[in-house]
């Protein structure tokens, strides 16, 4: 009977330590691919705001924004993913071959890690409210720049036409007056302004004060008058929900990840126990037949 649970423990430690094998090493790939490749970031984001089919660049630029936020996210993903993988091959390694001694180092070294685990993600991973106002606040500094030229005036631009455009579509923070304002006054004002002086220099521009998502159009002459009409929320709604679901999708891996390693952990020690027992009964078994053997033996 004993030798029929500890066959159950071994195939089935067996089994999720493979698993759990692929599985952690393909994340950690994964993770590195996608901070040295923006492509599949890009592709991924695309996929999660119905198929994003605006300009590349601001794609390319909003990938950039949402490694900037989840950095301490990915780094902790990579070196989780390729520790834990070992960590599994480990445990393969020695159910395979029945090394009970260094199932019982290694059952300790899982539950050392398992309760760093714990305590890391806990510091490393904030809570989705937390996590959704940081977003906030980086997209209400990006919005200061945006249609500036230079690298921050293009991140900011990539950034919010991508949370403009996608669905459901919204216009600035708070609505449109958020883009109204040329040089320290609003479009209107400055049309009065223009009709008893000479243009300024920007002046020929003044139509595209406004992103054309603030109109409800993917392209075009956007006018704060037409946007009025229009009557688009802001994006602050739409940016918090963003934020809170990202965080939320990370925190339920972090969360299915440590089970699995919880369930791994138990799985070691069962199998461990199991052996050890098995192993004790043996001793003993051998030890009476090598008893009665010397007394059935003549002297």
């Excluded at 936020?69 to 029945?98: E, K, P, Q």
């Excluded at 991508?162 to 669905?167: A, H, I």
């Excluded at 392209?219 to 229009?230: E, L, P, Y």
């Amino acid at each position: 009977m004993s030798k029929n649970v500890k066959r159950g423990f071994r195939i089935a430690l067996q089994i999720l330590a493979l698993i759990l094998t692929l599985a952690y090493f393909s994340t950690a790939i994964t993770g590195v691919v996608l901070r040295v490749s923006k492509g599949w970031l890009e592709t991924a984001l695309s996929n999660d705001f119905d198929g994003y089919v605006g300009d590349e660049e601001n794609l390319r630029q909003f990938a950039i924004f949402v490694l900037e936020l989840a950095d301490r996210m990915s780094i902790y993903g990579i070196a989780t993913g390729f520790i834990l993988a070992l960590l599994c091959l480990v445990g393969l390694i020695g159910s395979w071959y029945n090394w009970r001694k260094m199932l019982n180092i290694y059952s300790g070294i899982l539950v050392v890690f398992l309760i760093a685990q714990i305590v890391i993600a806990n510091v490393a991973f904030p809570s989705p409210i937390t996590f959704s106002k940081r977003m906030y606040n980086s997209t209400e500094e990006l919005l200061k720049f945006y249609g500036d030229k230079g690298e921050k005036g293009e991140k900011a631009t990539g950034v919010w036409n991508v949370l403009m455009e996608t669905y459901p579509q919204c216009c600035g923070m708070e609505g449109y007056k958020d883009f109204g304002k040329l040089k320290g006054h609003t479009w209107l004002q400055c049309v009065k302004v223009c009709a008893i002086k000479p243009l300024p220099p920007l002046a020929e521009d003044l139509g595209k004060a406004l992103p054309p998502a603030c109109c409800n159009m993917t392209s075009g002459v956007c006018h704060d008058f037409i946007a009025k009409n229009v009557g688009l929320m802001g994006c602050k709604s739409k940016i918090e929900l963003i934020g809170i679901l990202r965080s939320e999708a990370v925190l339920s891996v972090t969360v299915a990840i440590i089970m699995a390693q919880l369930l791994l952990t138990l799985l070691v020690l069962a199998f461990s126990c199991t052996t050890e027992k098995e192993e004790e009964k043996e001793s003993r078994s051998k030890l009476l037949t090598d008893t009665q053997n010397s007394i059935l033996t003549p002297q």
